[in-house]
C-alpha cells in the first residue's frame, strides 16, 4: 500500500522557551503529526519534558500529537499522558515487562498505539506484536539527543518490516527516527517508511523556513 508520507517533526529541536509559539509555527508550516519526546534521565540519558507541558501545549494546534515515550518504568505514565491530549504513545519493549499488555493498555485509553526498535533491536521482535499495533518506529539512532547521524544499517530493518506490514495486511504507520534530513529522507522512503521524524532538518533556519523544510522532506 503506497500512501502519501507524513512529516512529524521533533519539538525536541525547537526553541523551548516559545514551545506554544514553535508548535504553531511548524502546523502553519504544514506539518502533518507534532513529535514529542519524553525523556526520563533513566531510560534515555536525557530529560525533556511531562504530561503537563503536553496538555500546555494541545491547544495550540489541531494536529494528532505523537508522543513518543522514552521512559522507564512506562506503564505509569500512560493514563497521563493520554489525558494530557496524546493521540498516538508509542513505547519501547525494554521500557515495561510485558509490552502486549502496555499496548493494550494504551489502545484501551482510544489512543493509537507505537512501538518503538532501537538500532539493535531486530526486527524479529515485531512477530507476535504487529496485531496490535497501530504504528511501528524504527530508530536510526540510538535515542536521547536530536542532531546525530543517521545510522544505514537501520534502512534493511525498515525494508524487512515494510514487508511483515504487507503480509499482516494490516493499516499501520512505518515512522523512521533520527538523522533524517534530505540525503536520508529519500533512503528512508525508499527503503519503506511513511512517516519521518525530524527535528534539526524541520526546525533549521528559524521560523520562516519551516514550510520549506517540510516541503523538502516531503520530495520538494
Ligand atoms: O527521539 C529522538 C532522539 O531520541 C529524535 O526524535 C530526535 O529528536 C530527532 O532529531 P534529529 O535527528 O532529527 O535532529
Not at 496538555?55 to 521512559?71: E, G, N, S, Y
Not at 499522558?81 to 519501547?92: M, P, R, W
Not at 528512508?188 to 519551516?210: K, Q
Amino acid at each position: 500500500m503506497t500512501r502519501p508520507v507524513l512529516i512529524s517533526p521533533s519539538i525536541l529541536s525547537a526553541d523551548f522557551a516559545r514551545l506554544g509559539e514553535e508548535v504553531r509555527a511548524i502546523d502553519e508550516a504544514g506539518c502533518d503529526w507534532v513529535h514529542i519526546d519524553v525523556m526520563d534521565g533513566h531510560f534515555v540519558p536525557n530529560i525533556t519534558i511531562g504530561p503537563a507541558v503536553v496538555k500546555a501545549l494541545r491547544p495550540h494546534t489541531k494536529k494528532p500529537f505523537d508522543v513518543h515515550l522514552m521512559i522507564s518504568p512506562v506503564d505509569l505514565y500512560l493514563d497521563a499522558f493520554a489525558s494530557a491530549g496524546a493521540d498516538i504513545i508509542t513505547v519501547h519493549p525494554e521500557a515495561g515487562p510485558h509490552i502486549h499488555r502496555t499496548v493494550q493498555h494504551i489502545r484501551s485509553l482510544g489512543v493509537k498505539a507505537g512501538v518503538v526498535l532501537n538500532p539493535g533491536t531486530p526486527a524479529k521482535m515485531l512477530d507476535y506484536l504487529i496485531d496490535d499495533v497501530d504504528l511501528i518506529l524504527v530508530m536510526s539512532v540510538n535515542p536521547g539527543f536530536g542532531g546525530q547521524s543517521f545510522i544505514p544499517s537501520q534502512l534493511r530493518k525498515i525494508e524487512a518490516i515494510r514487508k511483515m506490514i504487507e503480509k499482516s495486511g494490516r493499516d499501520i504507520r512505518l515512522q523512521v527516527d533520527g538523522g533524517i534530513d534530505l540525503i536520508t529522507a529519500p533512503q528512508a522512503i525508499a527503503a519503506g517508511a511513511d512517516v519521518l521524524v525530524a527535528g534539526t532538518a524541520t526546525f533549521r533556519g528559524g521560523p520562516s523556513a519551516y514550510a520549506d523544510n517540510i516541503r523538502a522532506l516531503r520530495g520538494g
